[in-house]
């Protein structure tokens, strides 16, 4: 399991996100966590179907939703090099 994590500022807030890859015979996906407010976030995201990551469940709060193109870009960013 590859594990990164990164600080992303959302709404005047510095949080601090956990990404876990987990890799399966039958499926490649992340999982998300974060902690805002004291309340804790997590999401999966996989490959649509044009290959490009995307928040499958659950259904993120509207703050997360807005910061998806930057979850993904972070993942991108940190598996290029592995031929993912």
Not at 37 to 59: A, C, E, M, R
């Amino acid at each position: 399991m590859k594990q990164f994590s990164e600080i992303i500022n959302v709404d005047g807030h510095e949080l601090f996100f956990v990404f876990s890859r987990l890799r399966t015979s039958q499926e490649d996906k992340f999982f998300v966590v974060v902690t805002r407010d004291t309340h804790t976030y997590s999401v999966f995201l996989k490959k649509n179907n044009l290959g490009k990551w995307q928040i499958v469940s659950p259904s993120p709060p509207n703050w997360f939703k807005r910061i998806e193109s930057m979850i993904v870009q972070i993942i991108n960013d940190n598996t290029d090099h592995d031929g993912a």
